[in-house]
């Protein structure tokens, strides 16, 4: 059965950090591009960054403009897990935050709230 758990979320002031967890199992993993997506109430669901397969050095990743230089994806392919490092938190990140393959093959996982507030 295929399964993505996601944690990590939670309330933090503007500025703060958070480091969102996502496990996978019945999948091969290690040959799936991974990505996390985020929902804001009243908005779509958007793919914030994305980490190609490959080997431990050559993990390319990327991300929307909005996020550059604050957040950071990476994956342990030995744990089927990948993680979101997300820094300098402001408000407009507030959101459900999943992860899913780069093309949301798989069935959503219940996701994790992050909200950013004073």
């Known amino acids: 059965q295929v399964m993505l758990v996601e944690s990590g979320g939670g309330l933090v002031q503007p500025g703060g950090s958070l480091r969102l967890s996502c496990a996978a199992s019945g999948i091969f993993f290690r040959y799936y591009v991974m990505g996390w997506y985020r929902q804001a109430p009243g908005k779509q669901r958007e793919l914030v960054a994305r980490i190609n397969t490959g080997g431990f050095i050559n993990h390319t990743h990327s991300y929307i403009d909005s996020v550059k230089g604050r957040f950071t994806i990476s994956r342990d392919d030995t744990k089927n897990t990948v993680y979101l490092q997300m820094n300098s938190l402001k408000p407009e990140d507030t959101a459900v935050y999943y992860c899913?393959?780069?093309?949301?093959?798989?069935?959503w996982g219940q996701g994790t709230q992050v909200t950013v507030s004073s």
């Open positions: 899913n393959t780069g093309t949301r093959d798989l069935d």
